[in-house]
T-cell receptor
Framework: DTEVTQTPKHLVMGMTNKKSLKCEQHMGHRAMYWYKQKAKKPPELMFV???????INESVPSRFSPECPNSSLLNLHLHALQPEDSALYLC?????????????FGPGTRLTVT | AQSVTQPDIHITVSEGASLELRCNYS??????LFWYVQSPGQGLQLLLKYFSGDTLVQGIKGFEAEFKRSQSSFNLRKPSVHWSDAAEYFC?????????????FGRGTSLIVHP
């Protein structure tokens, strides 16, 4: 299984809502990543988890809260988002943090904040 | 800091024609270089990577790329394009950061394939 799955595929939320994005992989990878991608732009790194611990936070606003409950699962909790947070949110994994150059990406969650 | 430049926002080719997508990088040491492809509504897929050794790298889906240190380039090529190759292509450079090699992506080149 070389797949990274993300749910939901689409999410529409108001600025006062709380929602969560979910990412799952069963490849035994020990590094997982969240990216934000705006239309016609490259992905921007948000967070990196290495061995289930947060290792990189690219100065992301606190309204985004990542969580890694176990080595297969990565969540992104969303609260009080702004319309400019609307984007495609991509999850990725790599075998180890040292092999972060070879990441496997999920299809993404298309988030719209109204 | 490392950076990647993809000078072409869009490239249009006819099906069956050859393809070259340009990528220039800036990095002080020997770079780790990658090409990713993103089909509409999908995540990114790694096409190929260069770490060291042979400067001509073969990837999946019939793609290849050539590393030219003198030109700081890592251009992607394919001899005959298929309609299914229409996608966004990202060049990336991976610099070592605390034991990781997080890729820094270029802005992307959108490939349009005409029948």
């Amino acid at each position: 299984d070389t797949e990274v799955t993300q749910t939901p595929k689409h999410l529409v939320m108001g600025m006062t809502n709380k929602k969560s994005l979910k990412c799952e992989q069963h490849m035994g990878h020990r590094a997982m990543y969240w990216y934000k991608q705006k239309a016609k732009k490259p992905p921007e790194l948000m967070f990196v988890y290495s061995y289930e611990k947060l290792s990189i936070n690219e100065s992301v606003p606190s309204r985004f809260s990542p969580e890694c409950p176990n080595s297969s699962l990565l969540n992104l909790h969303l609260h009080a988002l702004q319309p400019e947070d609307s984007a495609l949110y991509l999850c990725a994994s790599s075998q180890t943090p040292a092999s972060s150059y070879e990441q496997y990406f999920g299809p993404g969650t298309r988030l719209t904040v109204t | 800091a490392q950076s990647v430049t993809q000078p072409d926002i869009h490239i249009t080719v006819s099906e069956g024609a050859s393809l070259e997508l340009r990528c220039n990088y800036s990095y002080g040491a020997t770079p780790y270089l990658f090409w990713y492809v993103q089909s509409p509504g999908q995540g990114l897929q790694l096409l190929l990577k260069y770490f060291s050794g042979d400067t001509l790298v073969q990837g999946i889906k019939g793609f290849e790329a050539e590393f030219k240190r003198s030109q700081s380039s890592f251009n992607l090529r394919k001899p005959s394009v298929h309609w299914s190759d229409a996608a966004e292509y990202f060049c990336a450079v991976g610099a070592r950061t605390g034991g990781s090699y997080i890729p820094t992506f270029g802005r992307g080149t959108s490939l349009i394939v005409h029948p």
